[in-house]
């Protein structure tokens, strides 16, 4: 005898108390998945790593350059195709606050044979190799900050700041989109021979590169050709060490420390609060209803039917707010990627935080309507008639 | 007349479960925000304590951190040797008191097995010991000797840093390093290794350094050090150093400065966030409790009770609500005092270690945030019951 218009009629007599849990579940629920994103995608680059690349690195710190003919070198160890560098240059925009990307050296030809999920959107490769100065970026920064094709884009260097301290210009001569999500799409690469140039002309000296990437050739075993590479250099100049994207990506990770703990220690939280209010929200409907639930009681309504009401109740309270909550989150994931990317992190609610979070939603449900509903099913009709709201 | 706050505290007590549930809502939320708190208490005190005003910062101009500077051999002895503003040691012809360092963020492996990280590398000289004086102790083995191939690590590297014991190698590129000695100071140098700066350089083939660290001249500092940190950036006289001066307090407040205001936006995000929550939990406990007492209500009005009083009566009740549940929430955060962690300080890439600190700020910031809590959550509630008709009311069961 469960009858939907009676969970309707008693959710819609408190209006008031009904909007506020759900309001409360929303927004706990949206920051639970918050939480929960930003956690997962701190390693998004370990997962969606290209499994046939291998990156080359010092040994020693992420800030030593290695020589320019470890290139050659490493490129003739069996094995090794198209193999290209990466410098990070460490530039500063204008207005650092709203500005912060990655800016690397390279070349252009080698980069996009290594990496094919790096995808033209705007310009094109010929235009990268017709200027010195030339530079892609990602669609998204140049859309963040307002650039068009053809603009100019000074940069404050750091690491190679020129002697007289002004800014390296670059012409913006093509955008890019990651066909990936684990790849950033708000980095900025720029022709190597230019850095090379500019730091020889002004400081006399030759730029190293801070990492080589490689691919390897298809179904060749990575192991050997890293251990290989990483002999090559044992005794110096500079030691390398040789790793899977994957282990070259959770390096980062690893130095956020205790981080995706103390979020979901913060999760924990919200989750405690959040039962709490569920489980005081049904108790106060409990105790109105016992009246009625007598009442229901004494025209027929089994034991179960009034126990089924009362966690009806719980889960459609509850349901109706934790969904909204998701939803919420999955509507702002634009919002949020945009204030995320200067961290370098990329943003998005996955399956698996949606599917965690509805179970949490229908949990927090359950638990919140069992006790009522429990009580409701002990009720003696005598004593619940007898009660006053 | 005022309702007596016996009333309002008995009422708390008459509706047990409702007032407990409501008060560990909000301590959980108030124990989440003070945790972050802590942690951010705990990161920035440990630059901002340790700071001294009389040492001086040497940096490349336009560089953010030492990681990022560099200065040349020549300008290095330009700087120590030249400049009076800094203090020398027996008298105006003694040695002066500063040193060239350099300092790279080195890859090391965690000593849990957790990965790796980035550790503080500093070759330092004589004088940087000579500076810090008796702030830094040697609380393990002995003192690095100059020129050789020995290091001194910080205390807090030890049980954090594979390698790091005394005895262990630190392997920098293809030149091994012995650990000779293990320090304690105040400040991020304790998540440091220290070893003599030409040997460093020479390991890591760095033809720069990378800051002079200084003790000034008594008469060079507070007001005359910032004229002479303009003059520095400003004058041709010193155009050809490049180089630009801070005091340490001023570089460690900096260093401190992006993680520090990354916390202080979480713990916003947070509290406004889940905030909301506990404000709509507390307004549903309130106003089943003005519901519940709608009959009470109208006795105290028809027996002379103000609209005034009634409001004021309920809106206590949610304060006190919001200040057990802050109680609740501070007794929950107290445990993380002192709990040690570590995080990467994006400022200088390198991993640097701190405790929690539940300091009194930080306890009283969430005593506040929860009688906010209270107050909000309590408002419209009171508001209602205020509002009630008299004849109205005493109609109620």
Redesign the interface.
């Known amino acids: 005898m469960f009858n939907f218009k009676l969970v309707r009629r008693y959710l819609g007599k408190h209006l008031v108390r009904s909007l506020l849990t759900v309001a409360s579940l929303m927004v706990a629920l949206f920051l639970l998945c918050l939480l929960q994103a930003i956690v997962v995608s701190l390693d998004a680059g370990v997962r969606g790593a290209k499994r046939d690349r291998l990156i080359v690195q010092s040994a020693v710190s992420l800030f030593v350059d290695l020589p320019l003919n470890y290139q050659q070198k490493i490129g003739a160890v069996d094995g090794v195709e198209s193999i290209c560098k990466w410098q990070y240059f460490g530039g500063h925009f204008q207005d650092d606050e709203k500005g912060y990307f990655a800016q690397f050296a390279t070349d252009f030809d080698t980069l996009f044979a290594c990496y094919p999920e790096i995808e033209v959107v705007e310009g094109s490769k010929e235009a990268l190799l017709a200027d010195r100065t030339a530079c892609i970026v990602g669609k998204s920064l140049a859309d963040r900050l307002g650039w068009k094709l053809g603009d100019s884009i000074p940069l404050e260097a750091t690491f190679f700041a020129k002697p007289d301290g002004s800014a390296w210009d670059f012409k913006l001569a093509a955008t890019y989109r990651p066909t990936s999500t684990a790849m950033d799409g708000g980095m900025m690469f720029f022709r190597w021979d230019y850095l090379e140039e500019t730091v020889k002309a002004t400081r006399g000296e030759t730029p190293g590169t801070g990492t080589y990437v490689f691919r390897t050739r298809a179904g060749a075993d990575q192991a050997p050709i890293a251990a290989t590479v990483e002999a090559l250099f044992e005794n110096g100049p500079q030691r390398v060490s040789c790793s899977t994207e994957a282990a070259f990506q959770a390096q980062f990770v690893s130095m956020y420390g205790n981080l995706p703990f103390f979020v979901s220690a913060i999760g924990g939280g919200v989750l405690v609060a959040i039962v709490l209010a569920c489980i005081n929200t049904m108790l106060m409907a409990f105790r109105e209803q016992l009246h009625d639930a007598g009442i229901l009681k004494a025209v027929g309504f089994t034991d179960g039917s009034v126990a089924t009401l009362m966690l009806a109740q719980s889960l459609v309270l509850c349901g109706i707010g934790g969904f909204a909550g998701i939803g919420l989150a999955k509507l702002t994931e634009p919002v949020m990627q945009l204030m995320l990317t200067r961290f370098g992190v990329p943003y998005e609610v996955p399956a698996e935080t949606v599917a965690l979070a509805s179970a949490l939603t229908i949990s927090i449900g359950l638990v919140a309507g069992v006790v009522p509903a429990w009580r409701a099913r002990q009720l003696r009709v005598v004593e619940a008639l007898r009660s006053v709201e | 007349m005022l309702i007596p706050l016996s009333y309002t505290l008995r009422s708390l007590f008459v509706r047990k479960?409702?007032t407990l549930?409501?008060v560990?809502?909000?301590g959980?939320?108030v124990?989440?925000l003070a945790?972050?708190l802590a942690?951010r208490a705990g990161f920035t005190s440990l630059f901002s304590s340790s700071g001294r005003d009389d040492i001086a910062v040497f940096i490349?101009?336009?560089?953010?951190s030492e990681?990022?500077s560099?200065i040349t051999r020549e300008t290095c002895d330009r700087i120590i040797k030249t400049l009076p503003q800094i203090a020398r040691e027996g008298g105006p012809e003694g040695t002066p008191l500063a040193a060239m360092e350099c300092y790279?963020?080195?890859?090391r492996q965690?000593a849990d097995g957790?990965?790796?990280?980035?550790v503080p590398?500093r070759g330092v000289q004589p004088a940087s010991f000579a500076i810090q004086g008796d702030a830094l102790r040697i609380i393990a083995g002995r003192k690095l000797t100059p020129g050789s191939d020995e290091v001194i690590v910080g205390q807090k590297l030890v049980d954090r840093i594979a390698n790091s014991r005394l005895d262990d190698v630190v392997q920098?590129?293809?030149t091994p390093f012995r650990v000779v000695g293990v320090f304690a100071c105040d400040g991020p140098s304790e998540s440091e290794i220290w070893g003599d700066v030409e040997r460093m350089m020479a390991a890591?083939?760095r033809p720069v350094a990378n800051r002079v660290v200084a003790q000034l001249a008594l008469d060079c500092q507070g007001d005359a050090f910032a004229a002479f940190a303009k003059q520095l950036t400003e004058s041709a006289d010193y155009k050809e150093l490049?180089v630009m001066a801070k005091t340490e307090r001023v570089y460690l407040a900096e260093m401190a400065g992006p993680l520090g205001t990354t916390l202080w936006y979480v713990s916003a995000v947070?509290s406004v966030?889940?905030g909301?929550?506990?404000i709509?939990?507390a307004?549903?406990?309130m106003?089943?409790a003005v519901a519940?007492r709608t009959h009470e209500i109208g006795i105290l009005l028809s027996i002379g009770f103000r609209p005034l009083p009634i409001f004021l009566s309920f809106l206590f009740e949610a304060l006190l609500l919001g200040l057990v549940g802050g109680a609740v929430g501070c007794l929950m955060a107290l445990p993380v005092n002192g709990i040690e962690?570590?995080?990467?300080n994006f400022a200088t890439?390198t991993?640097v270690a701190f405790a929690f600190r539940v300091t009194p700020e930080v306890l009283w910031s969430a005593i506040r945030f929860a009688l906010i809590l209270g107050l909000l959550g309590g408002a419209i509630p009171a508001w209602k019951a205020a509002r009630l008709a008299p004849t109205e009311a005493l109609r109620r069961?």
Do not use: H, Y
């Not at chain 2, 790279?104 to 890859?107: E, G, I, P, Y």
């Not at chain 2, 957790?114 to 980035?118: A, I, M, P, R, V």
């Open positions: 479960s409702a549930l409501t560990f809502g909000i959980a939320t124990a989440v945790g972050v942690l490349r101009q336009g560089a953010s990681g990022e560099g790279l963020a080195v890859r965690k957790s990965g790796e990280t980035n590398l920098v590129n293809t890591l083939e490049l947070l966030i889940m909301l929550a506990a709509f939990t307004t549903n406990t106003l089943s519940s962690t570590g995080t990467t890439f991993e069961r």
